[in-house]
């Protein structure tokens, strides 16, 4: 399988693809084609586990480049958590994708994409930089912690995150290390930039990048909508997934595992008030905007990164989006309201992320009214645990949420950062003194 830049000016294998990150044209890595599994997968699926499910859709994407053992293994470390579809109502269903180690769903991609790259990188001592303003940090620390070889850089802004959010990106030790910047999230990601594209430092290490454009963390996001679909296809009904959607990774491996052959009925892209998507549903113009702050923050993103690997998938046709995805946005208040309906009615405790998604599949279903397509299961991806942003969902339900002991462990940990001004030298400073 080629890996081919979606700017079309570079062409090269997974190994590549997975250690480059962004290709040289500055496009991001697609296969070639989405390959497809054939019909005893899917007569078999409901009988296979979550990692053998995971190993046969990784497979696929990674062909010879490693052997079925190793994979195996790699999948089996990748996935030992559970990801479980619980029922909010009688057609709503909560894929519940927090049960990692940081608690949210990047850690599948994170996890998966530290061991690709160790196994990759064949020994070879690399660096890891990564710019974060929260999540995204955590994952890829928690990622890449105790793997061989690979020092992590994380540059998250100092005063900017949350007391827990710090606590997740500074208390690993080990080959983590967390320098806090006297600055913004922007400064951190334009020294990231820098130190990426430094002479003197890559001269000296072997550096990368782990942002979400890696397409090693889109391969395994594929796994859960398979997972999903073989425990809900006994309800014999149409499967609807509503994806709480920032830069739109998660979305596009969705997309993916309905090109490999998963008939899922309809996407809905459901968004904060980072309306750009929706926008360009409905007007057929994709007009990137200055990202807006709202209170499903991990989604204000103004220009998706993924779009551009969605346009690919589509042939930069909006006619052929409109046939996969219905896409909504919604306001903080209606994101409230949607939390404080759902408890009361269920129980159930949604994550913000998750309430925006929810609303997504309530507002498809009012769309088709007393249609037959309203009957229909839907999935909401349910991306973080409601602990994580539990300033938010305490404040909105207006009761104490319990931190589960995972996240708790790490406000008992002790912070160590390194901190520096916003000073590019100073950083490469410190980087040269380095192993
Ligand atoms: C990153 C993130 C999202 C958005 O996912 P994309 O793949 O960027 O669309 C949604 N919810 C949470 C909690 C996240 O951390």
């Not at 200055?290 to 909006?318: C, H, W, Y």
Request: hydrophobic letters at 40%; one cysteine or more.
């Amino acid at each position: 399988m080629k890996y081919i830049s979606t700017r079309k000016q570079e062409e090269t294998n997974i190994k590549t693809a997975i250690l480059k990150g962004l290709a040289d044209d500055g496009g991001l890595f697609m296969p070639e084609y989405i390959p497809q599994l054939d019909a005893e997968f899917f007569e078999n699926l409901p009988n296979l586990s979550l990692q053998e499910i995971g190993f046969r859709v990784a497979k696929e994407f990674l062909g010879e480049s490693i052997s079925e053992d190793h994979l195996k293994e790699i999948i089996n470390e990748v996935l030992n958590f559970e990801i479980p579809a619980v029922k909010i109502s009688d057609d709503i269903y909560s894929l519940e994708l927090f049960h990692g180690p940081t608690m949210a769903f990047k850690d599948v991609g994170a996890r998966f994409m530290a061991r690709m790259m160790a196994y990759f990188s064949e020994g070879k001592p690399m660096k890891v930089i990564a710019a974060t303003s929260g999540d995204t940090g955590s994952a890829v620390a928690s990622g890449f912690f105790n793997i061989q070889g690979i020092e992590v850089y994380i540059l998250y802004p100092k005063g900017k995150v949350s007391p827990l959010q710090e606590k997740q990106l500074t208390t690993w030790g080990g080959n983590i290390k967390a320098l806090e910047i006297d600055g913004t999230f922007d400064d951190c990601q334009a020294l990231a930039k820098q130190i990426l594209s430094d002479e003197e430092l890559n001269q000296k290490f072997t550096l990368t990048s782990a942002n979400s454009i890696n397409i090693a963390r889109l391969i395994p996001q594929s796994f859960y909508y398979f997972w999903a679909f073989s425990q809900l296809q006994k309800l014999q009904k149409p499967i609807v997934f509503s994806v709480p959607s920032g830069n739109f990774g998660n979305l596009t491996a969705g997309l993916f595992a309905k090109k490999m052959g998963l008939p899922i009925h309809q996407f809905i892209a459901s968004t904060n008030a980072n309306d750009v998507v929706p926008n360009y549903l409905e007007t057929g113009i994709y007009e990137a905007k200055p990202s807006r702050q709202t209170i499903s923050n991990a989604m204000d993103v103004g220009n998706p990164s993924n779009f551009e690997r969605m346009k690919n998938l589509f042939n930069n046709d909006v006619s052929e989006f409109k046939k996969e995805i219905k896409s909504y946005s919604f306001t903080d208040e209606e994101t409230q309201s949607a939390m404080i309906r759902v408890k009361a009615d269920s129980g159930y405790i949604l994550d913000p992320h998750g309430a925006v998604a929810y609303l997504g599949l309530e507002t498809l279903r009012q769309a088709q009214g007393d249609k037959k397509d309203a009957d229909f299961i839907g999935v909401l991806l349910e991306t973080a645990h409601p602990a994580k942003f539990i300033e938010v969902v305490e404040e909105v339900l207006k009761e104490k949420i319990e931190i589960p002991e995972k996240l708790e462990a790490f406000n008992r940990k002790e912070k160590q950062s390194i901190e520096f001004p916003a000073d590019f030298e100073l950083v490469k400073g410190y980087l040269l003194k380095e192993n």
